[in-house]
């Protein structure tokens, strides 16, 4: 075995994450919202070049800048940021890169945020278009844990440790399956629940309806979120509906305890786990109005254990029966699929700055990673991959030897003819191509 093949690269079928880029017009929308502060005689590699080299890398796998000590020489890379083969041209080294990620500002993080969300909505109202019924956004916070000394890591006793609490916003269209990523922010680790949510909010609302104005819009929160500023601005929305889980307390528990008794009776008599919904108002304290609460009373049987309560709440404006909401509620559980891909496909934890501005500045980059292979896994619709992971998506369709051979005129990436996926390969390609003028 020798290793004398030149202009071999593992990474082939990065060709489909530059035709998603450049479909989404996504890694540009990102590097305008950065002010480039460098002495523009001096600079050898433009931002867009450098935040387009850092959201492929990170979506083919490689997370650190470190990897570009090897990386900037790969020719599939070299070609997509239109360096020539023949030439000594790299791409930009990990000190240039590191550099980058130290040197933005809150500004420039605000402005990338509200170019995701732009990008995501856009790209949204080109897939369904205008005649959308329904909008549902899901935010749910997730645990970062960090391990060294990173700005704003703190102890969380909830979670047991040092970290982060990032907090993923995601939306979905009347039946479809997708549940789109349009905004994550990184928050210290022991901000509240609620911290940055209504800001997310409302910078989406208005894109939404814009882009939907005839659409419904729901939002779906779990009990962090159950606070008096929270259900004032859910409120204070026209044409948006609620669904938010509400802890217990000794209040809503003794008014569900009439559909507690019924239900241990129901359980008594079967030895199985049952349970009924319905609906009591309630208001805490701290709240200006009673609201609606749904009530699934349950009781829990296992065996060899004791029969247990299970009394759940949720709060909600809508006027559907009880258990049709609980199950609309129910359905959120989607959304903790999305943030294990988001740790495990494209290593959004890999927060390992010391400057807190800069890890909210990777959670980003690996935002749009994901929002990458958002875009290839529906173009994949009804094939074999229409809902394989970031993981499996990278694994079959970018993981692909190939030898690049340039001359004059063209470019040719030669891949194996064994390769099992190219049926898949050639209608993704197809689909995220440019359409002819």
């Known amino acids: 075995m020798d290793f004398l093949a030149e202009q071999v690269t593992s990474d082939g079928g990065a060709l489909l994450l530059d035709l998603a880029d450049r479909k989404l017009g996504l890694t540009e929308a990102l590097a305008a919202a950065v002010h480039d502060r460098r002495q523009q005689s001096k600079v050898r590699h433009p931002v867009e070049e450098l935040v387009r080299q850092r959201i492929y890398a990170i979506a083919l796998g490689y997370s650190d800048c470190n990897d570009f000590d090897h990386l900037r020489k790969d020719p599939v890379l070299r070609m997509l940021h239109g360096k020539s083969l023949n030439s000594d041209s790299l791409l930009g080294s990990q000190p240039t890169l590191s550099r980058l990620e130290n040197s933005v500002t809150r500004a420039d993080l605000f402005r990338m945020g509200q170019a995701l969300a732009d990008r995501a909505v856009l790209s949204a109202r ?42 993923p916003a995601f939306m979905s269209f009347d039946d479809h399956p997708e549940m789109h990523l349009f905004a994550c922010l990184l928050r210290p680790g022991n901000a509240r629940a609620t911290l940055g949510a209504i800001g997310i909010l409302k910078r989406i609302l208005p894109r939404l309806r814009k882009a939907f104005p005839k659409a419904r819009v729901r939002v779906r929160l779990d009990g962090g979120f159950a606070t008096p500023e929270m259900f004032d601005y859910l409120d204070s929305c026209r044409r948006l509906e609620y669904l938010v889980s509400m802890p217990k307390n000794s209040r809503l528990e003794t008014l569900a305890e009439p559909l507690m008794k019924r239900i241990r009776r129901e359980s008594k008599c079967t030895g199985e786990t049952t349970n009924i919904f319905g609906e009591v108002s309630y208001a805490a304290r701290s709240w200006r109005k009673e609201r609606r609460v749904v009530v699934k009373a349950e009781m829990v049987c296992a065996e060899g254990k004791d029969p247990r309560d299970n009394a759940r709440f949720v709060v909600t404006n809508m006027r559907h029966g009880p258990e049709n909401l609980y199950q609309l509620y129910r359905d959120r559980g989607e959304c903790e699929n999305r943030i294990k891909e988001l740790k ?24 749009a990673a994901m929002m990458l292979f958002q875009e290839i896994r529906y173009a994949a619709r009804g094939t074999s991959c229409e809902r394989a992971q970031a993981g499996t998506i990278r694994l079959r369709l970018l993981k692909i030897g190939a030898q690049i051979v340039e001359s004059v005129r063209r470019l040719i990436i030669h891949a194996p003819k064994a390769y099992p996926w190219l049926k898949e390969f050639r209608v993704i390609a197809r689909r995220l191509r440019p359409k002819p003028a």
């Open 344 to 367: 495990q496909g494209v290593e959004m934890d890999r927060t390992s700055c010391t400057s807190f501005l800069a890890n909210q500045f990777r959670v980003l980059l690996s935002s």
């Open 126 to 167: 080109k897939k369904y278009g205008k005649k959308v019924k329904l909008i549902t956004l899901d935010l749910d916070p997730t645990v970062d844990p960090t391990h060294g000394q990173q700005q704003l890591t703190l102890f969380n006793g909830h979670y047991d440790s040092w970290c982060y609490l990032p907090l």
